[in-house]
């Protein structure tokens, strides 16, 4: 089934390391989101795109976080200069309308980061 | 602050027990939204209630929405092992985007 897919699953990288997380929707939905989890908590709000246009990055903990989706389907997570904070599990979701709050949101399996 | 609060934090039951999890907060919410995450993967949508004192049954399982679209609760029976999972609920405020989503209650079934 053509669900979400995100790549890497797990992700090992030094203190001060650039990483990017891929992640892939479901054909044809509009709108994408980025969530971060820590271990034993709930996933945590880091940006929502609609298309191409990133509507909010509220969420996002510092300027080192950057995510794009350029041409409106695959996006990219961008981490700068990790450190050991960020390691979580990122998850990305997307559904098919503009306004997600109805829609069903589908989640991808997460990419596991671990910043040493 | 966690704006959703969830309890119990943990619950480890038999096979066959009924449960109840329950979701709380101070803010009003124009939804909200439960899930169940396994290791490993993301969350899967359970159910959206959207009115006061909705009620909404998925087989075994009855969600109810607060009167005050505060709060929530998740009643199990007859609780079986493939229940076992992370119980997330996620609110949303004011017909936003973002989803707000609780600590969770992690769920563990006996055979």
């Known amino acids: 089934g053509a669900g979400v897919s995100q790549s890497p699953r797990y992700k090992v990288a030094k203190r001060g390391q650039d990483v990017a997380l891929r992640c892939d929707p479901i054909?044809?939905?509009?709108?994408l989101f980025w969530y971060q989890q820590a271990l034993g908590q709930g996933p945590e709000f880091l940006t929502y795109f609609q298309n191409e246009a990133q509507l909010d990055k509220s969420g996002l903990p510092s300027d080192r976080f950057f995510a794009e989706r350029p041409e409106g389907s695959v996006s990219t997570l961008k981490i700068q200069r990790t450190q050991q904070e960020d390691s979580a599990v990122y998850l990305c979701?997307?559904?098919?309308?503009?306004?997600?709050?109805?829609?069903?949101?589908?989640f991808g399996p997460g990419t596991r980061l671990l910043v040493l | 602050t966690q704006l959703l609060e969830q309890s119990p934090q943990f619950l480890s039951i038999q096979e066959g027990e009924n449960l109840t999890v329950y979701c709380n907060s101070s803010?009003?919410?124009?939804?909200l939204q439960w899930y169940r995450q396994e290791p490993g993967e993301g969350p899967v949508l359970l159910v959206t209630v959207v009115t006061g004192g909705e009620v909404k049954k998925l087989k075994r399982l009855t969600f109810q929405f607060g009167d005050a679209r505060k709060d929530s609760s998740l009643h199990i029976t007859a609780a079986q092992p493939g229940d076992t999972g992370l119980y997330l609920c996620a609110g949303v405020k004011n017909y936003g985007q973002n989803f707000v989503f609780g600590p969770g209650t992690r769920l563990s079934v006996l055979p």
């Open positions: 979701a997307s559904s098919r309308a503009r306004t997600g709050v109805w829609e069903t949101q589908y």
């Open positions: 803010s009003v919410f124009s939804s």
């Open positions: 054909s044809g939905h509009v709108s």
